[in-house]
T-cell receptor, first 112, second 111 residues
Framework: DTEVTQTPKHLVMGMTNKKSLKCEQH?????MYWYKQKAKKPPELMFV???????INESVPSRFSPECPNSSLLNLHLHALQPEDSALYLC???????????FGPGTRLTVL | AQSVTQLDSQVPVFEEAPVELRCNYS??????LFWYVQYPNQGLQLLLK??????LVESINGFEAEFNKSQTSFHLRKPSVHISDTAEYFC?????????FGAGTRLTVKP
């Protein structure tokens, strides 16, 4: 099973809302990732968790707050977002030393 | 840090014609190389990867890529494309957990 699941598929939120994106994998991977992808652009790395600890933070604004409650779950908490944060948010997982990252289908986020 | 350059932003080709999507990378350390494909409104799917060993890697749907260390390239090829191959293709380089993508190549297969 090489499946990474993400919920919700679509999310529309106002600039004052608080929402969360969820990601789950059951492949036994110990590294999980959040990427942001704007239209017609490549994915941009936001955060990396390795063994449930934040190992890479690509200078993402604090209105994005990641959380890794256990080895299978990864959340991205959203608060006070801006319209320019509208994008496809992709989650991925892999073994901790790199190798192949498996991607979820993404959450399409629209900030009004 | 590692980086990737995809030399063609768009590649139009007729069905059953061969295609090559070009990718060059830059890194001061040994890295892993990948090709991912993205269909509209979907996530990324792994097409093939080079970790070590044979420099020619193949996917199950007829694509292949060759790792060329001297030219720092990892070009993707298919001898005969189908309409269903129309998609965005991303080359990526990874060092430990840090993966960087090229800008992408839009492959459009025309009947």
């Amino acid at each position: 099973d090489t499946e990474v699941t993400q919920t919700p598929k679509h999310l529309v939120m106002g600039m004052t809302n608080k929402k969360s994106l969820k990601c789950e994998q059951h492949m036994g991977h110990r590294a999980m990732y959040w990427y942001k992808q704007k239209a017609k652009k490549p994915p941009e790395l936001m955060f990396v968790y390795s063994y449930e600890k934040l190992s890479i933070n690509e200078s993402v604004p604090s209105r994005f707050s990641p959380e890794c409650p256990n080895s299978s779950l990864l959340n991205l908490h959203l608060h006070a977002l801006q319209p320019e944060d509208s994008a496809l948010y992709l989650c991925a997982s892999s073994q901790p030393r790199g190798d192949t990252q498996y991607f979820g289908p993404g959450t399409r986020l629209t900030v009004l | 840090a590692q980086s990737v350059t995809q030399l063609d932003s768009q590649v139009p080709v007729f069905e059953e014609a061969p295609v090559e999507l070009r990718c060059n990378y830059s890194s001061s350390v040994s890295v892993y190389l990948f090709w991912y494909v993205q269909y509209p409104n979907q996530g990324l799917q792994l097409l093939l990867k080079y970790l070590s060993g044979s420099t020619l890697v193949e996917s199950i749907n007829g694509f292949e890529a060759e790792f060329n260390k001297s030219q720092t390239s990892f070009h993707l090829r298919k001898p005969s494309v189908h309409i269903s191959d129309t998609a965005e293709y991303f080359c990526a380089v990874s060092y430990i957990n840090d993966m960087r993508f090229g800008a992408g190549t839009r492959l459009t297969v025309k009947p």
